[in-house]
């Protein structure tokens, strides 16, 4: 009760309620999983046409969900997994290369985006036939540039 009585006073202060705002974030929480998706595929789909990073990594902070970051490295790989040429791959290593040094996103958003991949990897080779070898190289140049350790490279499923 008293805690809720205290975040009460502090909501009604002016100054104070903007300080939350700030320090919690107003509205990203507050979203739907559907929305937060689209928003997501929206932003990288910009950024394939675009190769802005800063207004990538812009985009990204002003959706406010920090634990939903794994979203993006999810389709991010998976755009690399389903494109034909490499300036998909480059831009989206590029892009997580960016959002990883920024500390953007997480070792533990990180680490949860391939994971969903890696589960998922048996369906998405059913469509993109060639998918097993594109994410074993993909995953392979994400560990050589520091994206992620070892043990996640070495969880990467192959054929």
Not at 3 to 21: Q, Y
Not at 52 to 62: I, K, P
Not at 139 to 155: H, T
Request: aromatic share 6%.
């Amino acid at each position: 009760r008293a805690a809720l009585d205290r975040a009460t006073v502090l909501l009604s202060m002016t100054k104070g309620g903007k300080r939350i705002d700030n320090v919690w974030g107003a509205g990203g929480g507050q979203q739907s999983v559907k929305h937060l998706v689209k928003e997501i595929d929206m932003l990288l789909k910009e950024y394939l046409l675009s190769g802005d990073v800063l207004e990538a990594e812009r985009c990204l902070q002003e959706l406010e969900v920090p634990h939903f970051h794994h979203e993006l490295v999810y389709e991010a790989v998976v755009m690399v997994l389903e494109s034909t040429g490499e300036k998909t791959f480059k831009m989206m290593l590029d892009l997580l290369k960016s959002l990883w040094k920024s500390s953007v996103i997480t070792v533990d958003q990180m680490k949860r985006g391939y994971e969903r991949v890696y589960c998922e990897i048996p369906d998405i080779n059913l469509d993109v036939p060639r998918s097993y070898s594109v994410l074993e190289r993909f995953v392979e140049e994400c560990f050589q540039a520091g994206i992620i350790s070892k043990p996640l490279r070495d969880l990467c499923p192959s054929r």
